[in-house]
């Protein structure tokens, strides 16, 4: 973790250089507007991934008729189903596990930055990457609202640091269901609502953020003032990717179709084109031709016509 104090802090301690000078060193709004800009640079250098995220959730979205397809054939084997599901994952061009890659990157950032304020509130005198004991006390004592931003709602002293602490953990709660409740309602299909991928969709909208309430009550004011900063950064994020490009056949789509015809950049009664998945019918089992009985063979040859006898060649003509 070493090397992501480094980096992290040295992020913090840059923008802390410059809002300290105009807030104050000691400054609460200085801190946060610096945690604040540490989470900008983090979410922008993410965007590559971001729209991986995108695509590969939208492809997820399109070849759902093709994974049920799959279900129906091969369900009876689960080592083939699991094989063809792989292939055609591979062939769409699909990663499913590319939907978590921002959250998973961002762990170790925000486990960084909850140890760097953990470290300055509980033992200031030990540097950890570019916090000197000189930041760490700054920070240690930097009040923000009222309360204190290394502190959480669990050790706050005073009723200010768990007022803030329970109204950032809401504001973290709301974001991430809301995030996650803008892509099922706006940008997926009709026909992508049903399934497992649709019913992880739904765990997800409601047991992420339990996760984040139960968990929010330990963490410092700093890191929640980052993690709502960050949904807050994804919502907007994906409410510009859904509204400019959003998903054939979902009612994001629909509803661009009908700005731009309102705008005059579609003709009346013209449709957008979009990608569209062809569901492929499954093949009647191709019949393979029996072997038939010498009887049968006789039954089917037309019978040949009586051949009139001829006269013999040796009949002696009538004189």
């Given at each position: 973790?070493?090397?992501?104090?480094?980096?992290?802090?040295?992020?913090?301690?840059?923008?802390?250089?410059?809002?300290?000078?105009?807030?104050?060193p000691?400054?609460?709004?200085?801190?946060?507007?610096?945690?604040?800009g540490?989470?900008?640079?983090?979410?922008?250098a993410?965007?590559?991934l971001?729209?991986k995220?995108?695509?590969?959730?939208?492809?997820?979205?399109?070849?759902?008729?093709?994974?049920?397809?799959?279900?129906?054939?091969?369900?009876?084997?689960?080592?083939k189903?699991?094989?063809?599901?792989?292939?055609?994952?591979?062939?769409?061009?699909?990663?499913?596990?590319?939907?978590?890659?921002?959250?998973?990157?961002?762990?170790?950032?925000?486990?960084?930055?909850?140890?760097?304020?953990?470290?300055?509130?509980?033992?200031?005198?030990?540097?950890?990457?570019?916090?000197?004991?000189?930041?760490?006390?700054?920070?240690?004592?930097?009040?923000?609202?009222?309360?204190?931003?290394?502190?959480?709602?669990?050790?706050?002293?005073?009723?200010?640091?768990?007022v803030?602490?329970?109204?950032?953990?809401?504001?973290?709660?709301?974001?991430?269901?809301?995030t996650q409740?803008?892509?099922?309602?706006?940008?997926?299909?009709?026909?992508?609502?049903?399934?497992?991928?649709?019913?992880q969709?739904?765990m997800?909208?409601?047991?992420?953020?339990?996760?984040?309430?139960?968990?929010?009550?330990a963490?410092?004011?700093?890191?929640?003032?980052y993690?709502?900063?960050?949904?807050?950064?994804?919502?907007?994020q994906?409410?510009?990717?859904?509204?400019?490009?959003?998903?054939?056949?979902?009612?994001?789509?629909?509803?661009?179709?009908?700005?731009?015809?309102?705008?005059?950049?579609?003709?009346?009664?013209?449709?957008?084109?979009?990608?569209?998945?062809?569901?492929?019918?499954?093949?009647?089992?191709r019949?393979?031709?029996?072997?038939?009985?010498?009887?049968?063979?006789?039954?089917?040859?037309?019978?040949?016509?009586?051949?009139?006898?001829?006269?013999?060649?040796?009949?002696?003509?009538?004189?």
């Amino acid at each position: 973790m070493t090397p992501l104090y480094y980096a992290i802090s040295f992020v913090l301690v840059g923008f802390h250089n410059v809002l300290g000078d105009i807030f104050g060193p000691t400054s609460g709004l200085a801190w946060v507007l610096s945690i604040i800009g540490l989470t900008l640079v983090v979410r922008a250098a993410l965007i590559p991934l971001f729209v991986k995220q995108i695509k590969s959730s939208r492809n997820m979205q399109l070849i759902q008729p093709k994974v049920r397809e799959l279900q129906k054939k091969y369900g009876h084997d689960r080592e083939k189903l699991a094989q063809e599901t792989m292939a055609l994952y591979k062939d769409s061009g699909t990663n499913p596990f590319a939907s978590c890659l921002p959250i998973l990157l961002q762990m170790p950032i925000f486990l960084a930055l909850f140890r760097i304020l953990d470290q300055a509130a509980r033992n200031p005198e030990t540097k950890r990457g570019l916090m000197t004991p000189e930041l760490n006390e700054q920070l240690r004592s930097a009040v923000f609202a009222g309360g204190k931003i290394s502190d959480t709602f669990l050790n706050a002293d005073g009723i200010e640091v768990r007022v803030l602490a329970a109204v950032l953990v809401l504001a973290m709660t709301a974001t991430t269901f809301l995030t996650q409740r803008q892509l099922m309602s706006k940008n997926m299909p009709a026909d992508a609502l049903s399934g497992p991928y649709a019913q992880q969709q739904k765990m997800l909208l409601y047991v992420l953020p339990v996760v984040f309430a139960v968990g929010g009550i330990a963490f410092p004011v700093g890191v929640l003032f980052y993690w709502t900063t960050s949904n807050l950064w994804t919502m907007g994020q994906q409410f510009y990717v859904i509204r400019n490009n959003p998903a054939p056949g979902t009612p994001a789509a629909k509803a661009k179709e009908d700005r731009d015809r309102a705008k005059g950049k579609l003709p009346a009664g013209e449709v957008i084109a979009t990608e569209t998945v062809v569901e492929e019918k499954p093949q009647p089992p191709r019949q393979q031709p029996q072997r038939q009985t010498k009887a049968q063979r006789q039954a089917k040859t037309p019978a040949k016509p009586p051949v009139k006898p001829q006269a013999s060649k040796n009949k002696k003509k009538k004189r």
